[in-house]
């Protein structure tokens, strides 16, 4: 088979004035970017929310295996699925992050016949929306440690000179970073604003670092905003700094919050782009999925809801991760949950998900995982399992996607289809990859099967419990733990963010994404383990509190044969080896 | 009169189809980004390089002053002059940068009723570009610390595992900052790669430093390649760093050059705009003045002489800075020198050159500046006339266009009119700024028949010279000064880099705007000054070596009222105050 960015250059793709026309898209809500891209103009969100709604189906998989599990083949594929068998769909996906693209991984759009095309543009800058995340995020940081400084150097005369009040940072309690869309260890950890001895032009001295731009809390704010207007509010909500005296000082109070809305304006509109197969796909915003939600917008989902039928998304990582934030953040901040889930399971993945391997980064993988063996995989199914329990938990009906590669058995397939068939959710052989939208008509029956029945979505937790309340049902209703072990500074953390008024909001689990549990040594499905928390940090802009349950890395390195090696254009600007 | 943006604004502008047509780009060449943005395919300049060649207007100045001579103003209404009595015109000019926006001036985009528009577009992301400047120029520095974690950490063993040759790193011999499209004034210097004592994970620790993503010379070589291979070529060329026995380490050899080009593609094409009246007009690339040679692209010059038969660009500051940049770098990669000059004077500003007021940044400016005063103004014009005659010393026929204000007087600009006019220059007013292009016709005329006279465009110097001699013809006959200084340093780099093979290239004089020696200081036409040499550096991808004569500030600061606090977006995205 050919390699994605092969199958993607051959694609004889559609004009997207073609695409748009056909989603139902108008020509001024249509604002193209080149032959193959538009962003869609903010009025389509007023003619949207009171056209007829669609269904949403949201995409997630089981434990994530270094193997793949496909799962955004298989939402793409599914959208192509779905269109095959006469369905109005859209797809709605994240943007991937320009800077890992240069480090260990190939490209995030897909694979196979089941892809976003053009793949190197949607790798690449696409329409500029991390790019002005990150601008925004550092004119923030700059803003702050300006006025440190010139409050610093001014003294009382500060308030005089400018009619401003000064507010007094405390240098040591500043929480924003800066960011940039790049693997680059070195800013993990830097010192700023170095001066000569006795100087201070060159600003205040202090430690600082940088963060991946998907890292941000203005890409969790993109991602949430329900519009315009919204995003102004949020972008003001954003707390950057506490005052010596220990109160939040936001980027309204710094008068910054403004620019950063000028710089968001048009990111704020999703890019629409085509599968393979002509399927209209929103791409739009990126976050993470441990310190952030890691699901796209609602802004490219409410367009979407209000142009098609059913409309497919997915979230980040397993079910424990991106699909439970879908259903406590996203859905809390949209008003609206998904109507059905689909999770995304693979023979590969869930023999991985046994614990009978040690799978460690950078080492070969064991052969075994790719061969025939009932016992790995049905002490793996368990991991299954408790994917499909857990989306039950919030009251939508299942369908399992079985993602087929070409050396799996019909007997263990099989099998396997029954095994999920007695547990009470649907399921379907997908073979997206290889076959495109053809390949995935069953899985496609299967959803529009699953959107008929009658649902009732329901969040895990009420928002307003008190903090503590909310992480000790994540723990045990949300992973199955024995409870919460609350570190001293995550208890000093819970009764700050309490008293400055924020304890209302939900909380954003920054856990491992390699177990259900905290743990990712713990496979299968953990039982007998106690969360801890380490600490907690606010997101007031994007309307949530993230959880610290271990380390979490939010700047990725290069590795010493970075994928940028083979990354090159020729004299008429193709550009190659993006997924080698 | 109306704000910058509130005319911008108010204007009705065509759609950039309709621009493009009119302009004789076909729709193949065309790939719009929006309504009123497009960028033009590489393609244009096959077609552009076999069609008949227009002329080159290039537009300079009398030594800046902090009044602000227009410019940009008179680039843009000439250009609508030229259009409004019947020629066929374009503009090309260089794109603001972003950082700049959010400090302490307005916009870039021309003014009044000579402006691009839409100046918030212009002002903020535009197509991107700078963006990708950035982003190339942050993943080289990101592969030189990760290579040099890399082999430091790994040894001998670097070789072996991945079959790549050790650069040997000296790390205090990086010369590749990274850049943010920011004034940040913490970021001039810091230290890097910090680490946990006795830890490596977070890289290599050594001082480093950000520059404003204009002063990247990645910008310098986005506006000086031809085409798509030679910016590849320029890209493989770039020196990062040097190795323990001293030899230059390029992007190429470190395997990131092809990333790099993949990630400047795009920004490889230039941006269709429009101004005010329709006038179309290419933005690209925004190289510093003074560390780089602070002209728009070859590339769009390329396809604008193919298209139009007057093409009006600009260059950075006075006629001894951007201008002497454009005879002696940008002509000599372009293979083709200006047309014609354009020199803009104001009353004002002539004033202001004759070195009777005490004119400090952030100082009120003297009233007398403003008012009627014979003898300033002639002391004053000693400035003008040495801009004409160096103008003139490259071989190109002379325009002065007196930029009028509302408060000059018919008296004194008549006297200036007599005095140009004896001094062997044409001679016109312009009112574009408050009448658009029917303020500019007497110049457009003007600028016509200097076209229509013989011209021999000559350089300034040979570049084979040893790099000595090229400095010492740049003091005495680019200045008018008695010689060079040369510090120990500066002879260091000059026999270092003619050693490694550097000394064919010109020389970018980084030396104040503010005079016409390097001293800001001497003002009017000082004569008897040796200009000191205080280092030199390699852009060996851009193809000059830049000379130290002073402080350069690569990295601005935001004050401390800066100007993000009066902008900010209405609910249907429209920006407010970005010219405040």
């Known amino acids: 088979m050919k390699s994605d960015i092969a199958i993607s250059q051959a694609a004889e793709l559609r004009p997207i004035t073609d695409i748009a026309v056909a989603a139902g898209i108008r020509t001024d809500e249509l604002i193209p970017q080149g032959?193959?891209?538009?962003?869609?103009?903010?009025?389509?969100?007023?003619?949207?929310?009171?056209?007829?709604?669609?269904?949403?189906?949201?995409?997630?998989?089981?434990?994530?295996?270094?193997?793949?599990?496909?799962?955004?083949?298989?939402?793409?594929?599914?959208?192509?699925?779905?269109?095959?068998?006469?369905?109005?769909?859209?797809?709605?996906?994240?943007?991937?992050?320009?800077?890992?693209?240069?480090?260990?991984?190939?490209?995030?759009?897909?694979g196979g016949y089941s892809q976003v095309a053009p793949m190197e543009e949607l790798n690449l800058h696409l329409t500029g929306d991390i790019h002005a995340v990150t601008a925004a995020h550092n004119l923030a940081a700059a803003a702050i440690d300006a006025r440190l400084f010139h409050e610093q150097k001014l003294g009382d005369g500060f308030e005089e000179k400018n009619g401003m009040k000064a507010l007094n940072f405390d240098a040591d309690s500043v929480v924003w970073n800066r960011v940039v869309d790049m693997n680059d260890r070195a800013l993990r950890r830097i010192q700023?604003?170095?001066?000569?001895?006795g100087k201070t032009?060159?600003?205040?001295?202090?430690?600082?670092?940088?963060?991946?731009?998907?890292?941000?809390?203005?890409?969790?704010?993109?991602?949430?905003?329900?519009?315009?207007?919204?995003?102004?509010?949020?972008?003001?909500?954003?707390?950057?700094?506490?005052?010596?005296?220990?109160?939040?000082?936001?980027a309204e109070q710094v008068g910054v919050a403004g620019a950063m809305a000028a710089i968001l304006r048009d990111a704020a509109q999703p890019t629409l782009m085509q599968t393979l197969e002509g399927v209209p796909t929103l791409v739009h915003a990126g976050p993470f999925a441990n310190i952030a939600h890691g699901n796209s917008s609602i802004i490219a989902d409410r367009m979407a809801l209000g142009l098609a039928d059913i409309v497919v998304t997915e979230g980040g990582f397993g079910s424990d991760m991106g699909f439970e934030k879908a259903c406590n953040i996203k859905a809390r901040a949209a008003g609206k949950g998904p109507d059905a889930a689909v999770?995304?399971?693979?023979?590969?993945?869930?023999?991985?998900?046994?614990?009978?391997?040690?799978?460690?980064?950078?080492?070969?993988?064991p052969k075994a995982i790719f061969e025939?063996?009932?016992?790995?995989?049905?002490?793996?199914?368990?991991?299954?399992?408790?994917?499909?329990?857990?989306?039950?938990?919030?009251?939508?009906?299942?369908?399992?996607?079985?993602?087929?590669?070409?050396?799996?058995?019909?007997?263990?397939l099989n099998w396997l289809a029954d095994k999920v068939a007695q547990s009470g959710a649907k399921v379907a052989l997908s073979e997206a990859f290889a076959k495109g939208g053809a390949g995935a008509t069953e899985l496609a029956k299967a959803v529009v099967e699953a959107l008929a029945e009658p649902a009732e979505f329901t969040h895990l937790y009420d928002a307003e419990q008190p903090i503590e309340a909310k992480l000790l049902t994540m723990a045990e209703v949300g992973y199955g733990g024995r409870g919460i072990d609350l570190s001293e500074q995550a208890k000093a953390d819970i009764e700050r963010l309490t008293k400055l008024g924020y304890g209302h909001l939900p909380v954003c689990m920054a856990k491992t994404p390699l177990s259900i549990s905290h743990d990712p040594a713990l496979k299968g499905v953990p039982t007998d383990f106690v969360v801890p928390v380490r600490g907690l940090r606010l997101c007031a802009g994007a309307g949530f509190i993230y959880v610290l349950t271990g380390n979490v890395m939010t700047m990725p390195g290069l590795s010493d044969k970075p994928a940028y090696l083979n990354i090159d254009i020729d004299e008429d600007g193709n550009i190659t080896g993006i997924d080698e």
């Open 35 to 110: 032959q193959y891209k538009a962003k869609l103009h903010q009025k389509l969100l007023k003619r949207a929310a009171t056209a007829p709604q669609g269904k949403l189906v949201l995409v997630t998989a089981i434990t994530p295996t270094p193997l793949g599990e496909g799962k955004t083949v298989t939402t793409i594929g599914l959208s192509q699925g779905l269109n095959t068998i006469g369905q109005k769909v859209m797809a709605c996906i994240r943007q991937p992050s320009m800077g890992p693209v240069f480090g260990v991984k190939g490209g995030a759009a897909g």
């Open 192 to 197: 700023i604003g170095i001066n000569e001895p």
């Open 201 to 250: 032009v060159n600003g205040i001295e202090r430690e600082s670092g940088f963060d991946i731009s998907a890292a941000s809390e203005l890409m969790a704010i993109l991602a949430l905003a329900s519009d315009l207007k919204d995003l102004r509010q949020r972008l003001g909500q954003v707390v950057l700094a506490y005052s010596r005296s220990g109160e939040a000082i936001t």
């Open 343 to 365: 999770v995304v399971a693979t023979l590969r993945g869930l023999k991985a998900n046994s614990g009978r391997y040690d799978l460690r980064p950078g080492q070969a993988l």
């Open 372 to 412: 025939p063996d009932a016992e790995a995989l049905e002490a793996g199914f368990a991991n299954l399992k408790w994917h499909i329990d857990n989306a039950k938990r919030y009251g939508v009906p299942v369908v399992v996607a079985l993602n087929r590669f070409p050396d799996d058995t019909d007997a263990e």
